[in-house]
T-cell receptor, first 112, second 113 residues
């Protein structure tokens, strides 16, 4: 049973435009959410996170939005750059366990 | 610190053989996670440890899989006997607190033929 879902396996965006990556979760006990970025042949690296007490967190070109009622989070990248091309994973942690549960990933391609 | 170190980077083995994957977490990190990456399921949590103690192994697919953490600086994931469907990239990650980001190793690409 996939508790964290990224329904778009891939996304293609033109350089300079906004990239929006989406993530849905089913477990209402999740209270901390993260996005990771993964390049080929490398391990995932942390990008940005958000606590359930917030609905938005911004770091430079990256902004994460959280809609708790819809159990949905999104990552906005603006402006998108070719170096952003990678696989993006969302991840969730629940307050009653220490498990870090990942989604299936979205492959982002930013073209010139 | 050199980060999370996994070995080997690549492993090719024949079906039925025993495979051991190794991980050295970042010093001072109390949590260690083992993940498997597949196309269908993304990054799948297999097991995690807190202070060297296995806390949740519900993600371990079968009894053929086992993991140990004999001390704070070393963990192994063993598959015995290995099968072709075990072919995947296996990641180890560590963190000092459950509600902070985890740091990943570069992964071990396992191919079972």
């Amino acid at each position: 049973d996939q508790q964290v879902k990224q329904n778009s396996p891939s996304l293609s965006v033109q350089e300079g435009r906004i990239s929006i990556l989406n993530c849905d979760y089913t477990n209402s006990m999740f209270d901390y959410f993260l996005w990771y970025k993964k390049y080929p042949a490398e391990g995932p690296t942390f990008l940005i996170s958000i606590s359930s007490i917030k609905d938005k967190n911004e770091d430079g070109r990256f902004t994460v939005f959280l809609n708790k009622s819809a159990k949905h989070l999104s990552l906005h990248i603006v402006p998108s750059q070719p170096g952003d091309s990678a696989v993006y994973f969302c991840a969730c942690i629940s307050y009653n366990t220490d498990k870090l549960i990942f989604g299936t990933g979205t492959r982002l391609q930013v073209f010139p | 610190d050199a980060g999370v170190i996994q070995s080997p980077r690549h492993e090719v083995t024949e079906m039925g053989q025993e495979v051991t994957l190794r991980c050295k977490p970042i010093s001072g990190h109390d949590y260690l996670f083992w993940y498997r990456q597949t196309m269908m399921r993304g990054l799948e949590l297999l097991i995690y440890f807190n202070n060297n103690v296995p806390i949740d192994d519900s993600g371990m697919p079968e009894d053929r899989f086992s993991a140990k953490m004999p001390n704070a600086s070393f963990s192994t994931l063993k598959i015995q006997p290995s099968e072709p469907r075990d072919s995947a990239v296996y990641f180890c990650a560590s963190t000092w607190d459950a509600n902070t980001e985890a740091f990943f190793g570069q992964g071990t690409r396992l191919t079972v033929v």
